[in-house]
């Protein structure tokens, strides 16, 4: 019979001692999430309240409430929303229903690769330089939400196109045989078949957006307005912006503050990651192909 | 049904130019749209970025006192002066501190999750990974302020902990996440018939990894290492708050520095419209922009050039 001899056993240390390593280093890397959730509620949470979402800031911002800036964040994230989920899915569909494999498509694949790798500066420069001034809205909550949406198509797009091509190819023919168009088939059968995963898509880029702080600083965010957005072509606060300056540009706030703003922040990005993340497992267990 | 009565229409079953067929050819071509939208934004990222930079960079603009000086004084009465060397190093400090960091975790961590984790442990691992990579940059940069500021003046004694070392640790935790998945997606694509040819020859899972699967992935793992540069290059709002926000040649890790982002950020506020110093911003842009593309389209091509066949 075979018997362990001593080379066998040394490899399979390594190996075990390799596994080990392994595992602490992704820990390691995983660690400064908890860390951080649990300084930010440690710190923040005896800030939070009713009134301290609902209240305006006051006394030069070193007091009071985020009310403005946590309505401002809803409008900034709405209207992105608005603009950039027709013209992802959109272009999802085209990319997984239409686009034959040639020059053209491995162009837009990697323009959309480009999107998302763009700093965060430079889109806001183009926020700037497009939509401020070319465009003519001005330092806006429009100007801010179009440059959002810009930075974030990647997002919809590489979700809205993942659900579509989960569609089993034979849902497809079956609609075509009986004598269905293209366009048919995707908004009888594609769509409604995937429109969980786009959604999966919407909830992550919800997520995305409300966090960016340098696009929308020169597009249409204000440090300090006491005032709630009327129309899209108001200027607005927005909490990441909000974070921003009463943590480095305010003197006298006091600690606390900052803190609290950072959790509400992070509570609504971790939130809308976690609903999506759930979602996706949830439907991956009820699929039926 | 009535016949066709439109003149030089063909009589037969594949001829319906009926509503149906009409909106279906109106939908291609909205798609259409939808899909070159993407070309079309990143074309206007440029256009835009150029159009409001270009004066300065046809009429101001000298590149040896871009890359030669490191004096960056826009905003002088008398002489400004336009040097970028101190930011091109800021920048390259803060990254290559952060890529120093994180690509052995990311690394390590791609190869935990694709060879060695299974079943629910991999995906709580993929998840937390991901949860890392949605912690907003503003969040990332406050950290840095409160936490990892006062954590570095008493652990090293040093006057300031706003500098390379802050900022660097902080690009590298937001760098991991993206590191860690294309790395992973690069292992995974290497075929399974690899590993049970050299598992079938008596190696072990850990030779299996280190002298077959990590080779054949190499091209995924540049790659990634690559778009975790460009992340961290792109990076503006937590390099903002964690590096110390200083011009400096950096001589060592405590140093505060400034980087290219930062100094957009920082400053496009306080320009006229129009002006030199905007329009020398709105170069540093260009600049950025050009840079990242160069990164993405290299990444892209490592990714897509290697094809494996079955």
């Avoid at chain 1, 390691?28 to 930010?40: D, Q, R, T």
């Amino acid at each position: 019979m075979f018997e362990a001899t001593a080379l066998n056993r040394k490899n399979d240390r390594v190996q075990q001692m390799a596994k080990l390593g392994l595992l602490v280093v992704t820990l390691v890397l995983i660690l400064p999430v908890a860390i951080i959730l649990s300084m930010l509620l440690y710190e923040g949470a005896p800030i939070l309240s009713f009134d301290f979402l609902f209240t305006e800031p006051t006394k030069g911002m070193t007091a009071g409430g985020i009310f403005p800036a946590f309505i401002g964040t809803i409008w900034l994230v709405a209207v992105a929303l608005l603009a950039s989920v027709p013209v992802g899915v959109a272009a999802a569909v085209y990319l997984s229903e239409y686009a034959p494999d040639n020059w053209l498509t491995r162009v837009i694949n990697l323009a959309i690769i480009n999107l998302a790798g763009v700093p965060s500066i430079v889109h806001a420069l183009f926020g700037v330089g497009a939509f401020v001034l070319f465009l003519g809205f001005g330092t806006s909550i429009l100007a801010a939400s179009f440059t959002l949406a810009v930075m974030s198509l990647p997002v919809v797009i590489v979700a809205t196109r993942e659900s579509l091509q989960s569609v089993p190819q034979a849902f497809r023919e079956a609609c075509w045989n009986m004598g269905a168009t293209r366009w048919q088939t995707i908004y009888r059968v594609v769509l409604p078949n995937s429109i969980s995963g786009i959604l999966t898509g919407v909830i992550l880029e919800v997520s995305r957006t409300t966090g960016e702080t340098a696009p929308i600083m020169f597009t249409g965010a204000a440090f300090f307005l006491p005032f709630l957005p009327e129309s899209v072509f108001d200027q607005t606060m927005a909490m990441s912006l909000h974070l921003f300056v009463i943590s480095t540009q305010v003197p006298g706030v006091p600690e606390q503050l900052p803190y609290g703003v950072a959790l509400v922040l992070i509570g609504i990005v971790l939130c809308m990651n976690a609903a999506s993340i759930a979602f996706r497992m949830y439907l991956r267990g009820k699929k039926k192909w | 049904m009535a016949a066709d009565s439109r003149p030089g229409a063909r009589k037969g079953a594949d001829d319906r130019r009926d509503a149906a067929w009409y909106i279906d050819k109106a939908v291609a071509l909205l798609v259409f749209i939808g899909g070159v939208s993407a070309i079309l934004f990143v074309v206007g990222i440029f256009v835009f970025v150029t159009r409001e930079g270009i004066g300065f960079l046809v009429g101001r603009f000298s590149l040896s006192e871009f890359i030669g000086s490191i004096a960056w004084r826009p905003t002088s009465e008398k002489n400004p002066t336009y040097g970028g060397l101190a930011l091109i190093l800021g920048t390259a400090s803060v990254t290559g501190l952060a890529m120093l960091v994180s690509v052995p975790f990311s690394l390590g961590a791609a190869v935990y999750i694709a060879e060695f984790a299974t079943g629910r442990t991999r995906e709580v691992l993929k998840v937390l990974i991901e949860l890392l990579a949605a912690i907003p940059s503003v969040v990332w940069g406050f950290i840095g302020l409160v936490l990892i500021n006062p954590l570095i003046i008493e652990v090293f004694d040093v006057p300031v902990g706003l500098s390379v070392l802050n900022s660097g640790l902080i690009l590298g935790l937001m760098a991991a996440p993206i590191m860690t998945t294309i790395a992973e997606d690069a292992l995974k694509a290497v075929p399974d018939s690899y590993r049970e040819a050299a598992e079938a020859l008596g190696a072990t899972r850990w030779q299996v990894i280190t002298r077959v699967v990590l080779p054949a992935a190499r091209q995924g793992l540049v790659a990634a290492v690559l778009l975790g540069v460009g992340r961290g290059f792109g990076e503006t709002m937590a390099v903002l708050m964690a590096s110390g926000h200083s011009i400096n040649v950096p001589t060592s890790v405590f140093d505060s520095v400034r980087a290219l982002t930062a100094t957009i950020a920082a400053e496009l506020g306080e320009t006229a419209v129009g002006s030199e110093h905007y329009q020398a911003l709105f170069t540093l842009g260009i600049f950025l922009f050009v840079v990242t593309f160069l990164i993405n389209l290299t990444a892209d091509i490592l990714v897509r050039g290697k094809r494996w066949s079955h």
